[in-house]
C-alpha cells in the first residue's frame, strides 16, 4: 500500500500526553492506497486519540460512519454502519525487525531514529475489521427480514426440494437418531 502523508503523524514535535486527531475517509482514500475493497461509498469518521509516553505510545482507533455492502443472503446492497474501536501500542526500539517476530497484533515496532508514524495501514485495517463477516440485511420496523422478497422467496423453494429430493440411503439412519 502506498504511503499517504496526510495520515503522517509527526511524533517527534508531540509533547507527551493526549493528542487527538481526526480523519474523513471515503472512496478517494482507498482509491489512493490502491485498495480495492469488497464495499462502496465509504463514509466514515476515524477518531484517533493518541496517548505518547517515554518509549511507546498508547493509540485508540474509534471508527464510525456508513458504507454500502452486498447482502450475503439476497445478492442486493444495503447500507451498513459502522462503529467499532481498536487499541494499538507503538513501542520505540533499536531493532524493530528482531522484535517483528514477537507476532502481537496489538503491538508495533518502530526504529527510536523515526521521527514520523503513519496510520493509514491501521485505518484501512481497522475499517475492514469494523464490518461484520456475514452482511445481511437488517429487520425492518416489523420485523420482516430487509431482503428481497423475491429472492427469500426463491431460497425457500430451493429448501423445500432439497428436502423432498433426499438421498434414500440416509432414510434408514433415521432410527438411530435418538439413541
Not at 493518541?50 to 439476497?74: H, N, P, Q, S, W
Not at 481498536?86 to 522484535?99: G, R, T
Request: aromatic residues 10%.
Amino acid at each position: 500500500m502506498k504511503q499517504l502523508r496526510e495520515f503522517d503523524i509527526a511524533f517527534v514535535g508531540l509533547t507527551p500526553g493526549v493528542h487527538t486527531f481526526q480523519y474523513q475517509i471515503d472512496g478517494n482514500f482507498f482509491e489512493k492506497l490502491g485498495a480495492e475493497p469488497d464495499f462502496s461509498d465509504c463514509h466514515a469518521t476515524v477518531n484517533l486519540t493518541l496517548d505518547k509516553k517515554a518509549g511507546f505510545f498508547l493509540l485508540k482507533f474509534e471508527v464510525g460512519g456508513r458504507l454500502t455492502v452486498t447482502c450475503d443472503r439476497c445478492g442486493q446492497p444495503f447500507e451498513m454502519q459502522l462503529w467499532d474501536d481498536f487499541n494499538q501500542v507503538i513501542k520505540l526500539v533499536d531493532n524493530p525487525e528482531e522484535m517483528s517476530a514477537d507476532e502481537d497484533p496489538d503491538v508495533t515496532y518502530i526504529s527510536r531514529t523515526e521521527s514520523h508514524l503513519n496510520v493509514a495501514d491501521f485505518i484501512y485495517e481497522f475499517i475492514n475489521l469494523a464490518i461484520p463477516m456475514q452482511r445481511i440485511h437488517p429487520d425492518d420496523a416489523s420485523g420482516k427480514s430487509g431482503c428481497d422478497p423475491k429472492v427469500l422467496e426463491m431460497l425457500e423453494k430451493m429448501k423445500q426440494q432439497d428436502e423432498q429430493q433426499a438421498n434414500p440411503i440416509w432414510k434408514g439412519l433415521e432410527k438411530f437418531r435418538d439413541n
